[in-house]
C-alpha cells in the first residue's frame, strides 16, 4: 500500500491527505488548489458528449434524457468530487417518483454509471458513484416487469396497420410485431445490405 500511495501524482495524493489517510509529501502540496474539485457537473457532461462523437444518433436521444435528469436533479455547478454513492441512489428514487418504469430507470442508472466511468478514467474522480447503486435499488431496478408485457393478436395488429399513416408506418410495425426488432433503434439501423435477399 505504501508504494502505491508513493506512486500517486500530487492531486490524488493532496486528497489522501485531507481524509486523513496519508501524511503531506510536503507544504507545496498542501497548497495546491485541487483540481478535482473544480469541475462542475454542467461543464463535465458538455466536455463528455463534445468527445463522444462515436455515439449513434438514435443513442444520443437517449444519453439526453439521462443528461436532462442529471441536470435537473442536480445543480449543474455541483463539482464531481462532491457525488456520493448516496446521491447515484437518491437519483435512481427521484426517477421512480417521476413515474418512469422500472427497465427505464435501469438503463438511465446503466447510462449515468456509464458516464461517471468516463470521469474516474479521466481522473476527475477516483470514484465512480453509481458503480454500486443495484442493490439498494433493486426493487425499482428490474429489467423483468412482467406487468408490461402483452401477447398482441394478430387481429389488434391488422386494425392497427389499417390506421397507419403510410407503408413505412406499416413495415415498422410488422418489423416490430412479427420480427421481434426493438422499435425504434433496431429497425432505424437497417441497411439494404442487412437483407437476405436470397432467401
Same mark, same amino acid.
Given at each position: 500500500?505504501?508504494?502505491?500511495?508513493?506512486?500517486?501524482?500530487?492531486?490524488?495524493?493532496?486528497?489522501?491527505?485531507?481524509?486523513?489517510?496519508?501524511?503531506?509529501?510536503g507544504p507545496e502540496v498542501q497548497d495546491k488548489p485541487d483540481i478535482l474539485e473544480s469541475v462542475g457537473l454542467k461543464q463535465f457532461?458538455?466536455?463528455?458528449?463534445?468527445?463522444?462523437?462515436?455515439?449513434?444518433?438514435?443513442?444520443?436521444?437517449?444519453?439526453?434524457?439521462? $443528461?436532462? =435528469?442529471?441536470?435537473?436533479?442536480?445543480?449543474?455547478? +455541483? #463539482?464531481?468530487? /462532491?457525488?456520493?454513492?448516496?446521491? !447515484?441512489? &437518491?437519483?435512481?428514487?427521484?426517477?421512480?417518483?417521476?413515474?418512469?418504469?422500472?427497465?427505464?430507470?435501469?438503463?438511465?442508472?446503466?447510462?449515468a454509471r456509464t458516464i461517471f466511468e468516463d470521469a474516474v478514467r479521466h481522473q476527475l474522480i477516483s470514484v465512480n458513484p453509481f458503480s454500486d447503486v443495484?442493490?439498494?435499488?433493486?426493487?425499482?431496478?428490474? $429489467?423483468? =416487469?412482467?406487468?408490461?408485457?402483452?401477447?398482441?393478436? +394478430? #387481429?389488434?395488429? /391488422?386494425?392497427?396497420?389499417?390506421? !397507419?399513416? &403510410?407503408?413505412?408506418?406499416?413495415?415498422?410495425?410488422?418489423?416490430?410485431?412479427?420480427?421481434?426488432?426493438?422499435?425504434?433503434?433496431?429497425?432505424?439501423?437497417?441497411?439494404?445490405?442487412?437483407?437476405?435477399?436470397?432467401?
Amino acid at each position: 500500500v505504501s508504494r502505491w500511495v508513493a506512486g500517486l501524482d500530487d492531486r490524488m495524493h493532496a486528497k489522501l491527505v485531507r481524509t486523513g489517510l496519508t501524511e503531506a509529501r510536503g507544504p507545496e502540496v498542501q497548497d495546491k488548489p485541487d483540481i478535482l474539485e473544480s469541475v462542475g457537473l454542467k461543464q463535465f457532461l458538455t466536455d463528455y458528449f463534445d468527445r463522444r462523437t462515436d455515439i449513434k444518433k438514435s443513442s444520443l436521444t437517449v444519453y439526453g434524457h439521462v $443528461r436532462r =435528469n442529471l441536470l435537473a436533479f442536480f445543480k449543474s455547478d +455541483k #463539482t464531481l468530487s /462532491d457525488f456520493t454513492t448516496g446521491h !447515484a441512489v &437518491d437519483f435512481g428514487r427521484v426517477l421512480k417518483q417521476a413515474g418512469l418504469a422500472s427497465t427505464t430507470i435501469d438503463r438511465r442508472i446503466s447510462l449515468a454509471r456509464t458516464i461517471f466511468e468516463d470521469a474516474v478514467r479521466h481522473q476527475l474522480i477516483s470514484v465512480n458513484p453509481f458503480s454500486d447503486v443495484r442493490k439498494p435499488l433493486k426493487s425499482i431496478m428490474s $429489467r423483468n =416487469n412482467k406487468s408490461r408485457q402483452r401477447f398482441i393478436e +394478430k #387481429t389488434t395488429i /391488422d386494425r392497427v396497420m389499417d390506421f !397507419a399513416a &403510410d407503408a413505412e408506418w406499416r413495415l415498422l410495425i410488422v418489423l416490430a410485431r412479427y420480427g421481434g426488432l426493438r422499435v425504434p433503434s433496431e429497425p432505424l439501423s437497417l441497411r439494404w445490405c442487412d437483407v437476405d435477399w436470397q432467401r
